[in-house]
């Protein structure tokens, strides 16, 4: 079978509900890990540093990008965003799937480097349930919630570059859903071609 760890990128638009969805899947899962990104933005209340993000200034931020250190880094909503590259790295070739909860541009630049990933996006049943959820949070400020509505309708663009799309509406539903598109992505036949290809070489020299 496949020793290296699946790589999935999970997107979607803020507020759609991946956290929501994801916490789930990641404790009926202990072979997948999210991977932290680092961040610039500041901390809402409740997250905590090394968990929820690394949070780090501008300038470590810019230190990390020439150096290579992230697999991908993207600018959403004034801040910076990125992936630290060795840790996945690290998680992958241990045999543990690595999911990246990443926004679009950081996606399309996993989808240059890392062909073999699984592309999965989260939509919203409507975007007026949408903004209701985004306000529902609590966490950001009207005006924040008008730019990340804003920002929903750039990424629903990109909806198309995915491998699998689930409509976030009964939270039920879509986290089976989630399961079934995780565990369809196992059985990719690219996945699977070294195990037949060994197999029949074992018989052969029997
Ligand atoms: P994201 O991680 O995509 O930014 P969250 O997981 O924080 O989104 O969810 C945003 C809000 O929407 C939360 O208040 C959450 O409880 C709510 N929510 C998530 N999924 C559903 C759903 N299927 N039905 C109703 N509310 C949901
Ligand atoms: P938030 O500020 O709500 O936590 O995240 C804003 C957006 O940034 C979300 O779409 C989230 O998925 C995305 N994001 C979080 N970490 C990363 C990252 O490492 N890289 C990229 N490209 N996007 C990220």
Same mark, same amino acid.
């Given at each position: 079978?496949?020793?290296? +760890?699946?790589?999935?990128?999970? #997107?979607?638009? #803020?507020?759609?509900?991946?956290?929501? &969805?994801? $916490?789930?899947?990641?404790?009926?899962?202990?072979?997948?890990?999210?991977?932290? #990104?680092?961040? =610039?933005?500041?901390? *809402?209340? /409740?997250?905590?540093?090394?968990?929820?993000?690394?949070?780090? =200034?501008?300038?470590?931020?810019?230190?990390?990008?020439?150096?290579? +250190?992230? &697999?991908?880094? %993207?600018?959403?909503? %004034?801040?910076?965003? +990125? =992936?630290?590259?060795?840790?996945?790295?690290? $998680?992958?070739?241990? /045999?543990?799937?690595?999911?990246?909860?990443?926004?679009?541009? +950081?996606?399309? $630049?996993?989808?240059? #480097?890392?062909?073999?990933?699984?592309?999965?996006?989260?939509?919203?049943?409507?975007?007026?349930?949408?903004? @209701?959820?985004?306000? /529902? @949070?609590?966490?950001?400020?009207? $005006?924040?919630?008008?730019? @990340?509505?804003?920002?929903?309708?750039?990424?629903?663009?990109?909806?198309?570059?995915?491998?699998?799309?689930?409509?976030?509406?009964?939270?039920?539903?879509?986290?089976? *859903?989630?399961?079934?598109?995780?565990?369809?992505?196992?059985?990719? =036949?690219?996945?699977? &071609?070294?195990?037949?290809? @060994?197999?029949?070489?074992?018989?052969?020299? %029997?």
């Amino acid at each position: 079978m496949s020793e290296r +760890g699946t790589l999935i990128v999970y #997107s979607g638009p #803020s507020g759609v509900g991946k956290g929501t &969805l994801l $916490q789930p899947y990641l404790s009926r899962h202990p072979e997948a890990c999210l991977s932290v #990104s680092v961040t =610039t933005r500041a901390p *809402r209340p /409740g997250e905590v540093d090394g968990v929820h993000y690394w949070f780090i =200034t501008e300038e470590r931020f810019a230190q990390l990008v020439d150096s290579d +250190g992230l &697999l991908e880094h %993207a600018c959403y909503s %004034a801040h910076s965003y +990125g =992936t630290p590259r060795a840790q996945v790295e690290e $998680q992958l070739a241990q /045999g543990r799937d690595v999911i990246l909860e990443i926004e679009v541009q +950081g996606a399309m $630049q996993i989808k240059r #480097s890392f062909p073999d990933a699984v592309f999965v996006f989260i939509l919203p049943p409507s975007l007026e349930e949408l903004r @209701r959820r985004l306000s /529902g @949070r609590g966490t950001e400020p009207p $005006q924040v919630v008008e730019d @990340r509505l804003a920002a929903a309708l750039r990424e629903l663009g990109f909806a198309k570059e995915y491998d699998y799309l689930i409509v976030n509406d009964d939270l039920e539903r879509a986290g089976s *859903r989630l399961e079934a598109v995780i565990a369809a992505s196992k059985c990719r =036949t690219a996945n699977l &071609l070294d195990y037949v290809e @060994r197999m029949v070489n074992c018989h052969e020299h %029997a």
